[in-house]
């Protein structure tokens, strides 16, 4: 659903988003937010006066990247922030695109973005006045959910190796190859957001005033920050796996081990029954009736023999 903020003075109200073309003139700063997904787009748009066309494809296009692009009179703002909880599908990251100029501010999103409703709280209580205080609350707003996420993903992994090189647990490779995949997703977008962010503030627009600058500098600062992070943890996941793997071939090879000294116990047992057990003539004791025992006991010996030879080579433990 689109939703539209006026402010008029120092009086900030939600409008009925068809009346945009009503308000547009009158108000000191508009916010028209449209869901891409529901919303007649191409009409509420048309309401708007001098968008470039770029900036309409740009404000539709299905799948973004964060950047920073000025267009004449205004800027095109893209930027990834975590979806709404009850509403993330797929990429855990939602896009949110905003058109800015002089007075005026158009964000659109195909899935809820679980910052809006703080936005609009923030909105409401006449906190932006301009679209700098808007972009740069919802740098400010991103980061900080964000800051969170990052930080237990670093700490899962503090888990996993604590368990790997503690334990010896092995059973971890999946969880592991999660938390890398999930670090690789975040810094796909983190990285040039930041760029982006750094990128806006050099902007010689009116609406970007020192605060706004000062803001957009610590969510960039910020976003570089769990940037290094997210590089820490994939490159932490992949030694973790590494360890994993080496762990899983060693328990593999001690196995084999141990079937291996289990198959040399009765080899010579082995030959001693099927020789025993060839059906000719001739076979010494085959008629004395204490034979069957005597060839018992003397695998028992043999094999007992073998067994003593591997425990004294400690073959088991290298």
């Known amino acids: 659903?689109?939703?539209?903020?006026?402010?008029?003075?120092d009086v900030v109200r939600e409008r009925d988003a068809r009346g945009f073309a009503d308000v547009a003139q009158i108000a000191n700063f508009v916010w028209l937010h449209l869901n891409g997904a529901a919303d007649d787009v191409d009409g509420l748009l048309a309401q708007v006066a001098h968008i470039p066309a770029p900036v309409l494809a740009a404000l539709k296009a299905q799948e973004t990247r964060p950047r920073c692009a000025s267009f004449g009179h205004g800027a095109l703002v893209n930027m990834r922030g975590l979806g709404d909880p009850s509403a993330i599908d797929g990429d855990p990251l939602v896009s949110i695109r905003i058109w800015a100029q002089s007075r005026l501010a158009i964000s659109l999103s195909y899935r809820g973005l679980g910052i809006f409703d703080r936005l609009v709280e923030q909105m409401l209580s006449g906190?932006?006045?301009?679209?700098?205080?808007?972009?740069?609350?919802?740098?400010?707003?991103?980061?900080?959910?964000l800051d969170p996420e990052i930080a237990d993903l670093g700490d899962a992994l503090d888990s996993i190796e604590c368990s790997v090189l503690d334990e010896g647990k092995t059973g971890e490779r999946y969880r592991v190859a999660e938390l890398r995949t999930t670090a690789i997703a975040y810094r796909r977008f983190l990285a040039p957001q930041r760029q982006a962010l750094e990128r806006l503030m050099t902007l010689q627009e009116s609406w970007v005033e020192p605060d706004d600058r000062m803001h957009l500098q610590e969510a960039a600062d910020r976003c570089a920050r769990m940037v290094e992070e997210l590089e820490a943890v994939r490159e932490r996941a992949a030694l973790v796996h590494e360890a994993l793997t080496d762990l899983r071939a060693e328990h593999m090879n001690r196995q084999a081990l141990v079937l291996a000294v289990v198959a040399l116990i009765f080899l010579p047992l082995t030959f001693v029954t099927g020789l025993l057990g060839m059906n000719v003539d001739g076979i010494p004791f085959a008629h004395r009736p204490w034979a069957f025992w005597g060839v018992?006991?003397?695998?028992?010996?043999?094999?007992?023999?073998?067994?003593?030879?591997?425990?004294?080579?400690r073959w088991l433990q290298k």
């Open 296 to 313: 018992v006991l003397f695998c028992l010996a043999t094999g007992g023999a073998v067994a003593v030879w591997f425990k004294a080579t």
């Open 1 to 9: 659903m689109s939703r539209l903020f006026v402010r008029v003075g």
């Open 127 to 145: 906190r932006f006045a301009d679209p700098g205080d808007l972009i740069s609350a919802t740098a400010i707003e991103i980061t900080e959910a």
